[in-house]
Structure formats: C-alpha cells, structure tokens
C-alpha cells in the first residue's frame, strides 16, 4: 500500500469514525425517548462500528510496521486479521443482536411514544452516514483512478477501505429500514412494524458482514498482488532484452507489501558476471515501477 493508499484509507475510516459515533449517541437518545427497538438496534450498530473504526485504524498503523528477525516479512497481515474480526462483530454484535432484539419486540410488543423525535434522528442519521459514505466512496475513486468499480472492489487487497465501504452500506440500508417501520408504525399505531425493522436490519448485517468475511478471509489466508500489479511486473520482466524466457512469476500479497519471486531463463551468451547485473539491475527497476513491492527475488535457470 503506497503513501497515498494509506492515507486515503485512514481518511475513509476517520469519516466512518466520526459519523458513527455521533450517530450512535443521538440514537441511543431517541431509542430512550420511544422505546423504539429499530432504534436500540441502529444504535447497537452504530456503537459496532464505531468500534470497528478504531479496530481498522489499529490493523492499519500495525500493518505499516517494519519486518524483524521473527516476522521477516514485515506485519502486512495485521490489517487482514483486524478486518475479519470487524466483519465478525458486525455479524454478531451488529446483525444477531437486532434479530434478537425484533423477536423480543414482535412477543412481548410495547407502545412506542413519540416516535417523531426517531423519525428527525433517523433522517439526519441518514444524511450523515452518506456523506460517511461519499468520502469512503470519493477516497476509492483516488485510489482505483480510471479502473472500473467493480473490478477494483473484486480484486483490491485494501481490506480495510472495503469493509469501511461495507460497513457505510450497511448502516445507510439500515437506516432507511428503519425510518420506513417506524414510518409504518406511527400511521398504524402498530408496533410490530417496529419488531419487523429490527429484524430487517439484523438480516441486512448479517448478509453483509458474510459477504465480508468471505472477501477477507483469502487475503487473509495468503492471496496474490492485484492483477494490475501482476501485469505491470510481467510487462517489466518481458521488455528486458537479456531475457530469452519466463517461467513463472509468483506474487504474494502482505497487507502494505507485495513480494515477488520469478524464474526466468537469461539468453545463452549472457555471462555469469552480466547475469547477476542483469538480475540486480530488473529487481531495481521493479522495485522502483511497482508500488508497495518490497521483497523481489528473480531466480535464473534453464528449466521450469
């Protein structure tokens, strides 16, 4: 992950920090005030994920850490691990505990009470978490330039930016189910719509934090650098004269760090003196091309 990969990151999770946090306050007011249990859900999931934002800024600064002689290859994976223990909580804390508390609702339903001071805090609560969601969003177009969203979000090894992109969804879907059941339970006069939401929302979180989980765990488990960098490494080592043939290139992703290990087969009038220029003048040039490639290791044969 570059500087500026880095920074765009922090940036998406400040935003989601901050709007949560004031979400989750205000929240937490107006479930008080109604007895709302969409409300008490939203607030529970906004209190999450304002821990899950601190939990994604800690697995950033620790993904960031320099290698030592018992993790050689740096703590790139830090942010992995923090990401699917974020995607976790969002399904336990987040999505089981709104189910919990709309089957609690729909068996023992209590009237709610001035359900329009939950109507005003849902509405700006929605307002915030877009504009939560419009930075994360503007933070990846930086990142992705002119490459498709779609094909960014399948094959980035940003973990973090993609739960934060996850979880702003999460939380602006369920905002909206919650303003419409509470809609419907103040023009009923029914609080089951209420029990209704909460359930709602719990599904919304639970499908998402999966989908999550499911992202992060090959990264997690050992993943390949991002196509665009495999091309990039692959164009580099091919443009190279002295080089009659590629085997194969082998890349591994550690967070922050890529590392690369390629065998190639150098032309037979290459001298033993030339080929270690060669080889140390390409891993110069692929470290200098190739954004956040820090380990290179080009071995030189005959055969595969």
């Not at 942010?79 to 505990?97: C, D, E, K, N, P």
């Not at 200098?288 to 005959?302: I, K, Q, Y």
Request: proline residues 4%; glycine residues 6%; aromatic residues 8%.
């Amino acid at each position: 992950m570059s500087s500026a990969a880095h920074e765009s990151t922090a940036r998406a999770i400040l935003y989601a920090f901050l709007a949560n946090l004031g979400i989750a306050i205000t929240k937490s007011w107006a479930a008080w005030l109604t007895g709302s249990g969409s409300m008490l859900a939203e607030a529970i999931h906004s209190y999450a994920d304002t821990g899950n934002q601190v939990l994604l800024y800690l697995g950033l600064k620790q993904s960031s850490r320099a290698p030592d002689e018992k993790h050689p290859l740096g703590y790139g994976k830090q942010s992995y691990f923090w990401s699917f223990i974020v995607a976790m909580l969002l399904f336990s804390i987040g999505g089981l505990f709104s189910v919990y508390e709309g089957l609690h609702k729909l068996e023992s339903p209590e009237p709610l009470s001035q359900i329009w001071i939950a109507l005003i805090v849902l509405g700006v609560a929605i307002i915030l978490e877009t504009f939560s969601l419009l930075g994360c969003l503007r933070e990846i177009r930086q990142m992705r330039r002119n490459r498709p969203f779609r094909d960014w979000l399948r094959h980035t090894r940003h973990s973090a930016l993609v739960v934060v992109l996850g979880e702003d969804i999460a939380a602006l879907l369920g905002l909206v189910l919650a303003f419409v059941f509470l809609s419907l339970a103040a023009v009923t006069g029914n609080p089951v719509y209420d029990a209704i939401g909460s359930m709602s929302i719990g599904a919304i979180l639970v499908v998402i934090s999966v989908l999550l989980s499911v992202r992060v765990r090959s990264l997690l488990v050992g993943q390949s650098a991002d196509p665009e960098i495999r091309d990039v490494i692959d164009s580099i080592i091919r443009e190279t004269p002295e080089i009659e043939r590629v085997f194969k290139t082998i890349t591994m992703q550690f967070g922050p760090d890529t590392m690369l290990a390629a065998k190639i087969q150098l032309r037979p009038e290459v001298s033993l003196t030339d080929a270690v220029a060669i080889i140390n003048g390409l891993e110069r040039r692929l470290k200098e091309e190739v954004a956040g490639l820090r380990w290179c290791f080009v071995e030189p044969d005959v055969s595969d």
